[in-house]
């Protein structure tokens, strides 16, 4: 049974950090590109950073500069660290392993339930 579970959302003041964790289980995390998406009220859930499965990492425009993916394939946990949070930050986090099986041709996609991150004085 594959298990993501996110951690470290809360409430924090604009300008301060939060560092989400995810871990995972059930998956042969190596071989799976981690994501993390977020989505807020009313819109539609947008990819926040990601990190392939070699390490390569992309960020959305909007967090380019304050965030950080990282991973560690021996604890099988994927990390992403927020700075500078803004109120438009403001969204549930939800972490995502990804893989595509060129072998038979077959996409696994996991979730997890996601954690709230709210950036409000």
């Known amino acids: 049974q594959v298990q993501l579970v996110e951690s470290g959302g809360g409430l924090v003041q604009p300008g301060g950090s939060l560092r989400l964790s995810c871990a995972a289980s059930?998956?042969?995390?190596?071989?799976?590109?981690m994501g993390w998406y977020r989505q807020a009220p009313g819109n539609y859930r947008e990819l926040v950073a990601a990190?392939?499965?070699?390490?390569?990492?992309n960020y959305a425009d909007s967090v380019k500069g304050r965030c950080a993916i990282s991973r560690d394939n021996v604890k099988n946990t994927v990390w992403l660290q927020m700075n500078t949070l803004k109120p438009e930050d403001t969204a549930v986090y939800y972490c995502?392993?990804?893989?595509?099986?060129?072998?038979?041709?077959?996409?696994?996609?996991?979730w997890g339930q996601g954690t709230q991150v709210t950036v409000s004085s």
């Open positions: 990190i392939t499965s070699g390490g390569s990492t």
């Open positions: 995502n392993a990804n893989w595509f099986d060129s072998d038979i041709e077959y996409e696994y996609d996991y």
């Open positions: 059930g998956v042969i995390f190596s071989d799976y590109t």
